[in-house]
């Protein structure tokens, strides 16, 4: 069992649409970031969240940390065939910098 | 500037052979992590230098894995004898400092294929 459960796994969807990804712990984490990582490439950083309940917004894009800090989402609004690629969430549990990676949704959009 | 250099990108050799991988940080940064990511999965912490220093190593199968950075710069990370099991990406990643919040910056892998 992964610390950092995320789903769904896979999800593919036609442009436009509008979709959600999970990242669920019963750990609490001091911080949690989320990455995108392209076929070939290292992950790159989309956001960190530090807060309980703060929700940051980056384009079509909007991540919410969860009250407890156990748990976050991801919304892409109006999905363009950009966006796909795998989409991983990643902890830290305490205040060093050792992050926890979640096993990832694979997204995919079609035009 | 440049960003985390890794090489070789791709490498396929037969089990109980022997494998490096070299990863070059960005410039100025302190800290140093190497991971493996299997197929379908997020990346998974094998080890994390603070300059020159290891300073968590607990997830690297000492058996047969070894890893160094002289200088606290470079890094090469090596496996021998390489297994079946072994076949995944290795990513290396560097940031600033080891201290919570600072952003880590992942190089291209090297993709292992052991037959």
């Known amino acids: 069992t992964q610390l950092l459960e995320q789903s769904p796994q896979f999800l593919s969807i036609q442009e436009g649409e509008n979709l959600t990804v999970y990242c669920n712990s019963s750990s609490v984490f001091s911080s949690l970031q989320w990455y995108r990582q392209e076929p070939g490439e290292g992950p790159v950083l989309l956001v960190t969240?530090?807060?309980?309940?703060e929700v940051k917004k980056l384009k079509r894009l909007t991540f919410q940390f969860g009250d407890a800090r156990k748990d976050s989402s991801l919304h892409i609004t109006a999905a363009q065939p950009g966006d796909t690629g795998l989409y991983l969430c990643a902890g830290a549990l305490s205040a060093g910098n050792m992050l926890t990676f979640g096993g990832g949704t694979r997204l995919m959009v079609k035009p | 500037e440049a960003g985390v250099v890794q090489s070789p990108r791709y490498k396929i050799i037969e089990k109980k052979q022997p494998v490096a991988f070299w990863c070059n940080p960005i410039?100025?940064?302190?800290?140093l992590y190497w991971y493996r990511q299997n197929l379908g999965q997020g990346p998974e912490l094998l080890i994390r230098y603070e300059n020159e220093e290891a300073v968590d190593d607990s997830q690297l199968p000492k058996d047969r894995f070894s890893a160094e950075r002289l200088k606290g710069v470079d890094s090469t990370l090596k496996i021998q004898p390489a297994e079946l099991g072994d076949s995944a990406v290795y990513l290396c990643?560097?940031?600033?400092?080891?201290?919570?919040?600072?952003?880590?910056?992942f190089g291209p892998g090297t993709r292992l294929l052991v037959l």
């Open positions: 990643a560097s940031s600033t400092s080891g201290s919570r919040q600072e952003t880590q910056y």
């Open positions: 410039s100025g940064h302190n800290t």
């Open positions: 969240v530090v807060t309980g309940g």
